[in-house]
């Protein structure tokens, strides 16, 4: 399972990744966790299962045109190959003449420190 430092550097390096392959805006999402599931059938257990999966899921933004990119994998190396196919992606996409940039937070945000 993959910790907070680690959680927080993938998404950084996806995030960094981004920006530097052409994105004008990025954001990034990751996910870490576990998954126990169990069949019963006739008041008996048909089959249990156990997942522990992680990933990064990154959107990248060129003139109001977007990328996505989505790995299942949490790994520092294949968050920043994540941003940089969103950057590219987006720089591909058809721009948006309506758009001007994402919201910014409000004054109040909290950061995670």
Known sequence: MLD???IIAAANKACEAAISAGAEFADVSVYAGRELSVDLESCAVKSCD???GSGVSVRAIYKGGTGWCGID???IEDAAHA???AAKLALLAE???????????SED???IE
């Open 4 to 6: 907070q430092e680690k």
């Open 50 to 52: 156990a997942n522990i």
């Open 73 to 75: 994998s949490a790994d």
């Open 83 to 85: 941003g940089e196919k």
């Open 95 to 105: 721009p948006d003449p309506d758009f001007n940039s994402l919201p910014e937070p």
């Open 109 to 111: 945000y909290h950061e």
